[in-house]
């Protein structure tokens, strides 16, 4: 994307990947995505500062040879759970037209008109069985991680 925040060709070829568990690192990722196509980039992003300096910060942007490729991965691992979350998986120019309209939203909409999560259905809603799987999946992530690291236990 250029600088002025419009669109490039190449952004139709580059995929915005959110929804990411911290545990999922860059070679995972390429791995995840590399049978759709040729990968010829990918920018996996990190805290820069902060508390959480170095650590994932959730999302990456994969960029393919071709927009074919991108969208195939697109369509192929949008939804698909990844360390017991679902993926999010965008065109990385729709990614930036939702954040823009999501910023809005957040301030002037009520709960019930703001964007809900897409998972490829036709109603463009998570249906009640994906939500409670979504969160029965967080739920055992969360205890996972409590396991591996007992210092993230509530007190």
Known sequence: MDTGGFV??????RLYVGNLDLRINEAALIKMFSPYGKIISEDFLWHTRGPKKGEPRGYAFIQFCR???AELAKEKM??????????????ASEKQLEDISHDHSKRSLPEANRPRFVNGSSSGQM???EKVAAIKNKLKALEEDEKRDPKKQKR
């Not at 949008?78 to 065109?91: E, N």
């Open 8 to 13: 490039d060709e190449k952004s139709e070829n």
């Open 67 to 69: 927009k074919e490729e």
């Open 78 to 91: 949008h939804g698909r759970l990844a360390c017991g979350r679902p993926l999010v998986v965008r065109l």
């Open 127 to 129: 249906s009640r069985d």
